[in-house]
C-alpha cells in the first residue's frame, strides 16, 4: 500500500490487491492473527484493531498503517482470479480503468504474490483460449514486509516506473526511437544496479 | 509538430470512433472511411494512420466491437489495408509502431478472414492474405520491421514486433489445425474442420502441414542454444499454453516435455552481448522463474496426476528450481562474478561453444542495407556502439596501417573475408539501385537533350556555356576522366520529382527556413558597401531590384515579399507573418526598421488589387499595424520620440482606429508630450488624418475623466486648428 500511495500521489493511474485468501494483520498474541475478508473497510478495521492492545498496534505498526490505508483507498481488495469471485471495489470506484485487468504494467512486492499473478495469467490463456491477448508487463520488487523497508522499497518502484514510463513516452513521441520493448531488460538491468538489495523479476504475461 | 489540419483529422477521427463503438451499426460506415482514409495518408503522416489502426486494432483486437458477426461482416476489407502496409510499402523503411499495429490486427482478423473464405469464397483475396501471412511468419527470428543487424543479436532487438508475430503464429497454428472441441460461439474456434470437401482452394491437408511445421519452428526457436529474452521467451509459452488447450493433440507432449527440460544455464549468451554479463543473468532468472511458474501450474492444475512417474519428475525440478532460486539471491543478484554453473553444466557449454566457433562467419552488422548513404555505412561490419567506431585511422602512418591490414588479412579466415565483402558489396550495389533512394532517376532520350539544348542556346542569344558534357556538339572533348561515356549514350540523367509534401510537412520545412534566417540575421554580416564609383550604377539597379546591396535587414524584405506574396497558401502565408511578428515585437524599438518595411509591403500588397488604395478592416495590414502599435506604445518613454513619430509618419495608412490607439499616451501624465507630439506631427504632415485626430483630441476634451492639465492641452490645440 505504501507503493500504492506513492505511485498514486506522483501521478500514476494505481489499484493495489492482495493475493492470498483474506487479509491478514497482527494480532493481539503470535497465534491469534486478525484476519479480515477482502471488502472490509479499513474503518471497520480501525474499529476492531481499537478494541485490541493499542500498545502492540502502535509498537509494530498496525495502527498507522490502517490509518494510512484510510486515506489511499475504502477498502482492501483482492486480486481479479479468473473464474473467481470478485474481492474487489465496484468498477464505478474507478472510472480511469475500463476494465478489471486494464493495466500496462504489474508490479508485486513478493516472489509468491509474483508466481500467483503470472500462474493466474497462464491460467487465463489455458482456459480462455478466446481472449484478446492484450500485453501487461509483470515485475516483482521484493520487498520485506516491514515499515521502513516498505518505505525504500516504494521509492525503488516508483524510480522504476519512471524508468518504463519515460520510455514509453518517448517511443509514442518519436516513432524513430528505440522501440519500448527492446529497452524493458536494459532498463531493469539499470534499475538493479541502483538497488542490488531489491532482487527484481520480469515477465510479459497476455490476457 | 502535428500541423493544426492533422490535428483536426485526428480529432474527427476520434469522434468517428467513439460513434461507432457507441453505435455498431455505424461501424460498417466508420471503418469503410477509416480505411481509405488511412490508404490516402502519404506515408510519412504516422499519426494519422497510427489513429487509423489504432481505431481498427480496438474493434478487431480489444473487441470493442463486441458482435462477432459484425467483425466476421467487415473482415475481409482489412486486407488491402495490411497488404498496403505490409506488402506494397516493404521497401519504403515500414514504421515500427505501424507494423505493430498491423500484426496484431492481422492476429485478430485471421480466423474471421478464414470463415469468410470458407463460407463466401475468393481466391484472389486468400492468395493476398497468404501473401502477407506468409511474409510475417517467415520474420519471426529477424529484426522486422527494424533494419538486421546478425541473427544472434537480431533475436533481442524489435522484441514487440517479434511477440507480435508470435501470436500471429499461434493464431495460424490454431486455425489451419483440426479442432477438436465443440465450442458453443463459432468465433471462439475456427479451424480447417469447417471446411468442407468441395472448397475450391482451402485444401485441409496443405494448411494443417503448413501449421504443424510453424509448431515445429516455435519448439525448434526455444530450444536455441542461445538463450532468448524474457518477453519472446514468455510470449511463446504464453502462446504455447493456449494451443495446449485448443490444439491438445498436437501440442501437449512436445510442450510438457520441454517445460521439463528447460534449463536457462545451458544456453549461451549472444556473442555480442557477453559484455552485457548481469543483463544475461537476469534473463536466465527470469526464464527459470516462468518455467517455474509453468510447472506449478502444471502440477496444480492435475495435469500430470495421469502419470505418477512424471509427476514426481515436475516436482523434483520444480525443488531443484526453487533451491537454484533461493541460492542466487543468497549470493546476490548482482554479482556477475558468481559462477554459478558446475562443471558438467561447463562441459555442455564448452561443446556448443566449440560447435559454433568452428563455423565462426558471424559479424555483428551484417546487414545487407546500409543504413545511411555514406560509406562509415557501406563498411561497418562491427557494433555501433564499438569505441573503435569513433576512431581516427587516417591518423595512423600509412605504414603501420598497410601492416594492420595485412596481419588481418593473414589471420582472417576466407570464407569470412568473402562475407564481409559481399555484405560491403551487396550494401553499396542496393544504394546505388535502390529505386526510394536519391539515385533514382531517368536519362531523357538523345535527341530530347539536342533539342533543349538548342532551346538554350536559342535563349542565351549564343552564349557558349560550359555546362556538362552531354551538352557540347565538341563529343565530349570536355570529358576529363571519360567516365561518362554510357551516360552520354543513355542522354540527360535527370533526378525525379520529390514527392509532394503534405501541409503540414510543408509548414514544418517553411518554419526551419523562417527559423534560419532569423538565426543569420542575428550574426554580423559584413556590410556591402558602395562605393562612390558605382553609385549611380547602383542608383540604377535600386529602380529595378529590391535588394541592391545584402545588409543584416535584407532578409525581412525577404521574408515580408515571401509572406505577401510569394506564397500562394494562406495557411503557410500566415505561419511566415506568425514568426516575423514575434521576432520584431520582441523589440521593437531596434527593429523599426523592419517593421516598417513589412507593413509597407502588406498594405502594397493589399491594395494593388483593388481600386481605392484603402486596406480592408480585417486586412492583413490593419491587424499588424494594431498589433504592433500595441506592442509598442506601452512601453514608449519621452526619449522615443523619433521613433514613434517616424513610424507614424511612414505607416503607409492610417484611420481612427490606429490614431485612437494614441490616446493612451496623451492621458498619461508622463508621456503626454509624447502623444500631443505625435498627434501634431500627423495633423501637419497628414491631411487625410488631420479630422481624425481632431476627433480624438475633442473626445479627450470632452471627456469628464480627463483631469484640467489634458483638458487644457486639448483645448489649446482645438483652439488653433479646429477654431469651429
Not at chain 2, 533481442?156 to 465443440?182: A, D, E, H, M, Y
Not at chain 2, 511578428?581 to 521593437?588: A, E, I, Q
Not at chain 2, 509591403?601 to 481605392?612: C, L, N, P, R, V
Not at chain 2, 509598442?632 to 495608412?653: G, N, Q, T, V, W
Amino acid at each position: 500500500m505504501e507503493a500504492h500511495k506513492v505511485l498514486k500521489d506522483a501521478g500514476y493511474k494505481v489499484r493495489s490487491y492482495g493475493t492470498g485468501t483474506s487479509v491478514r494483520l497482527p494480532g493481539p498474541t503470535i497465534d491469534q492473527p486478525n484476519v479480515f475478508d477482502f471488502g472490509t473497510p479499513y474503518t471497520s478495521i480501525l474499529d476492531k484493531l481499537n478494541t485490541q492492545d493499542l500498545r502492540i498496534h502502535k509498537a509494530n505498526g498496525v495502527l498507522d498503517m490502517t490509518k494510512r490505508n484510510i486515506a489511499i483507498k475504502k477498502a482492501p481488495e483482492r486480486w481479479p482470479y479468473f473464474n473467481q469471485p470478485p474481492q474487489r471495489l465496484p468498477a464505478s470506484a474507478y472510472p480511469e480503468f475500463e476494465n478489471e485487468l486494464d493495466f500496462q504494467v504489474v508490479i508485486t512486492c513478493e516472489e509468491r504474490c509474483f508466481d500467483s499473478v503470472v500462474e493466474d495469467y497462464l491460467g487465463r490463456n489455458y482456459f480462455d483460449p478466446s481472449q484478446t491477448q492484450i500485453p501487461v508487463h509483470c515485475f516483482n520488487v521484493e520487498i520485506r514486509d516491514e515499515h521502513r523497508s516498505a518505505l525504500s522499497g516504494a521509492q525503488a518502484i516508483l524510480d522504476l516506473a519512471n524508468l518504463l514510463s519515460t520510455a514509453y513516452q518517448q517511443s509514442l513521441l518519436d516513432f524513430s526511437s528505440t522501440p519500448f520493448d527492446d529497452k524493458v531488460l536494459d532498463i531493469i538491468t539499470e534499475w538493479q544496479e541502483h538497488h542490488p538489495t531489491l532482487p527484481i523479476l520480469y515477465s510479459i504475461c497476455y490476457h | 509538430m502535428a500541423s493544426e489540419q492533422d490535428k483536426n483529422q485526428i480529432e474527427q477521427l476520434q469522434e468517428a470512433e467513439k460513434l461507432a463503438f457507441d453505435h455498431p451499426e455505424f461501424f460498417e460506415q466508420v471503418l469503410d472511411t477509416t480505411i481509405s482514409i488511412c490508404l490516402a495518408t502519404p506515408l510519412n503522416d504516422f499519426k494519422l494512420q497510427f489513429q487509423c489502426l489504432n481505431f481498427i486494432y480496438k474493434a478487431f483486437h480489444q473487441k470493442k466491437i463486441e458482435s462477432s458477426s459484425i467483425r466476421i461482416q467487415q473482415s475481409a476489407k482489412l486486407i488491402d489495408l495490411l497488404d498496403y502496409f505490409i506488402i506494397r510499402n516493404e521497401e519504403k523503411s515500414p514504421n515500427y509502431m505501424i507494423i505493430q499495429k498491423c500484426i496484431d490486427i492481422l492476429t485478430a482478423s485471421y480466423d474471421l478472414i478464414f470463415l469468410n473464405m470458407i463460407n463466401s469464397p475468393d481466391e484472389s483475396e486468400w492468395d493476398r492474405l497468404t501473401n502477407i501471412k506468409e511474409y510475417l511468419l517467415s520474420q519471426l527470428t529477424s529484426s522486422y520491421p527494424l533494419q538486421p543487424y546478425n541473427p544472434e543479436s537480431d533475436l533481442f532487438r524489435s522484441i514487440g514486433c517479434k511477440n507480435s508475430i508470435i501470436k500471429l503464429t499461434g493464431k495460424v497454428i490454431q486455425v489451419q489445425l483440426p479442432s477438436t472441441s465443440s465450442s458453443e460461439k463459432i468465433e471462439d474456434d475456427i479451424s480447417v474442420s469447417m471446411i468442407g470437401s468441395t472448397h475450391p482452394f482451402l485444401l485441409n491437408a496443405n494448411l494443417s502441414s503448413q501449421a504443424q511445421n510453424l509448431l515445429d519452428s516455435l519448439f525448434v526457436l526455444i530450444n536455441e542454444d542461445i538463450i532468448l529474452p524474457t518477453g519472446v521467451f514468455t510470449t511463446i509459452m504464453s502462446t504455447l499454453m493456449t494451443l495446449f488447450k485448443t490444439r491438445s493433440k498436437f501440442v501437449s507432449n512436445k510442450f510438457i516435455m520441454f517445460v521439463l527440460a528447460y534449463e536457462s544455464q545451458l544456453k549461451l549468451d549472444p556473442r555480442f552481448e557477453k559484455d552485457q554479463k548481469l543483463k544475461m543473468k537476469l534473463i536466465k532468472r527470469f526464464n527459470d522463474r516462468i518455467d517455474k511458474c509453468l510447472i506449478s501450474f502444471l502440477l496444480n492444475k492435475g495435469f500430470l496426476a495421469k502419470d505418477p512417474g512424471l509427476k514426481t519428475r515436475f516436482e523434483n525440478k520444480f525443488n531443484y528450481l526453487v533451491e537454484k532460486s533461493r541460492k542466487q539471491r543468497q549470493g546476490g543478484i548482482i554479482d556477475v562474478d558468481i559462477d554459478d554453473d558446475d562443471d558438467e553444466v561447463k562441459e555442455i557449454k564448452r561443446q556448443k561453444l566449440e560447435a559454433i566457433q568452428q563455423n565462426d562467419m558471424m559479424f555483428y552488422n551484417e546487414s545487407r542495407i546500409a543504413r545511411s548513404n555514406d560509406y562509415k555505412a557501406i563498411y561497418t561490419l562491427i557494433k555501433p556502439e564499438d569505441q573503435l567506431t569513433g576512431f581516427e585511422m587516417s591518423s595512423i602512418p600509412v605504414q603501420i596501417l598497410s601492416s594492420m591490414v595485412i596481419a588481418a588479412l593473414s589471420k582472417v579466415t576466407t570464407p569470412k573475408l568473402i562475407k564481409g565483402l559481399n555484405i560491403v558489396s551487396d550494401r553499396y550495389k542496393e544504394l546505388t539501385s535502390n529505386t526510394d533512394s536519391a539515385f533514382e532517376g531517368e536519362y531523357l532520350p538523345a535527341d530530347k537533350n539536342l533539342k533543349r539544348k538548342r532551346e538554350d542556346n536559342d535563349d542565351d542569344d549564343g552564349q557558349a556555356h560550359s555546362r556538362v558534357k552531354y551538352e557540347g556538339e565538341n563529343g565530349g572533348g570536355n570529358d576529363v576522366d571519360g567516365i561518362n561515356d554510357d551516360d552520354e549514350l543513355k542522354g540527360e540523367f535527370v533526378v525525379p520529382l520529390p514527392d509532394e509534401f503534405s501541409i503540414s510537412r510543408k509548414k514544418d520545412q517553411l518554419k526551419l527556413i523562417i527559423d534560419n534566417f532569423i538565426n543569420l540575421s542575428a550574426k554580423k554580416i559584413k556590410q556591402s558597401k558602395s562605393s562612390s564609383d558605382n553609385a549611380g550604377q547602383q542608383q540604377m539597379a535600386l529602380q529595378r531590384v529590391a535588394i541592391p546591396n545584402w545588409d543584416k535587414d535584407s532578409w525581412i524584405k525577404l521574408l515580408s515579399r515571401l509572406a505577401t506574396r510569394g506564397l500562394g497558401n494562406k495557411d503557410l502565408s500566415d505561419c511566415v507573418r506568425e514568426t516575423l511578428f514575434n521576432y520584431l515585437k520582441d523589440d521593437v524599438k531596434n527593429r523599426i526598421d523592419g517593421v516598417i518595411e513589412w507593413l509597407n509591403e502588406e498594405y502594397f500588397s493589399e491594395i494593388q488589387a483593388k481600386s481605392e488604395p484603402i486596406p480592408s478592416p480585417d486586412g492583413y495590414y490593419m491587424k499588424y499595424a494594431g498589433y504592433f502599435l500595441d506592442n509598442l506604445i506601452p512601453f514608449l518613454e519621452s526619449a522615443d520620440r523619433k521613433i514613434f513619430i517616424r513610424l507614424l509618419s511612414e505607416l503607409p495608412y492610417l484611420q481612427n482606429t490606429l490614431i485612437w490607439k494614441i490616446k493612451s499616451l496623451c492621458k498619461d501624465p508622463v508621456r503626454s508630450k509624447l502623444g500631443f507630439q505625435s498627434l501634431l506631427y500627423l495633423i501637419m504632415f497628414r491631411p487625410p488624418v488631420v479630422k481624425d485626430c481632431l476627433d480624438l483630441i475633442k473626445e479627450m476634451h470632452d471627456d469628464p475623466s480627463s483631469d484640467d492639465a489634458l483638458q487644457q492641452e486639448c483645448s489649446n490645440y482645438l483652439k488653433k486648428y479646429s477654431p469651429k
